[in-house]
């Protein structure tokens, strides 16, 4: 069993930057992927980030690509979010998860641990 715990959420203006953290706790998080998914109101969670358990390997999605950069620090079993250039259409509760081994990378269904999320809110 692993405990995710995010932080670093808030309120920010368009263009400003914020930066998410994921504590695990439980278990040592070095030898999964790890995701980033948000959700909004009214709207189903969708996928953000993935990074492999080596680290070498990242995929974002295609409406954060080059503003977003996920990372992951195995001694601190946390994994990061860094989100520049904030627009309000990335506002939403986001949540980092545990990739069940062997899974794809994109799907909800893909991740097996949860953390309770955190607000981020852009404000035009």
């Known amino acids: 069993q692993v405990q995710l ?3 670093g959420g808030g309120s920010v203006q368009a263009g400003g930057s914020l930066r998410l953290s994921c504590v695990a ?6 030898d999964y992927g790890m ?3 948000r959700q909004a ?4 969670r969708e996928f953000v980030a ?6 070498d390997t990242r995929i974002y999605a295609d409406s954060v690509k080059g503003r ?5 620090d195995d001694a601190k ?5 860094q989100m520049n250039s904030l627009k309000p259409d990335d506002t939403a509760v986001y949540y980092c998860a545990n990739r ?3 899974s794809g990378q994109h799907r909800a269904g893909d991740y097996r641990y949860w953390g309770q999320g955190t607000q981020v809110t852009v404000s035009s």
Not at 41 to 44: D, Q, T, V
Request: net charge neutral; hydrophobic share 25%.
């Open 5 to 7: 715990v995010e932080s």
């Open 25 to 30: 706790s439980g278990r040592t998080i070095s």
């Open 35 to 37: 995701g980033w998914f």
């Open 41 to 44: 109101p009214g709207k189903e």
């Open 50 to 55: 993935y990074i492999s358990d080596s680290g």
């Open 68 to 72: 977003f950069t996920v990372d992951r």
């Open 77 to 81: 079993n946390t994994i990061y979010l």
């Open 100 to 102: 069940r081994p062997g």
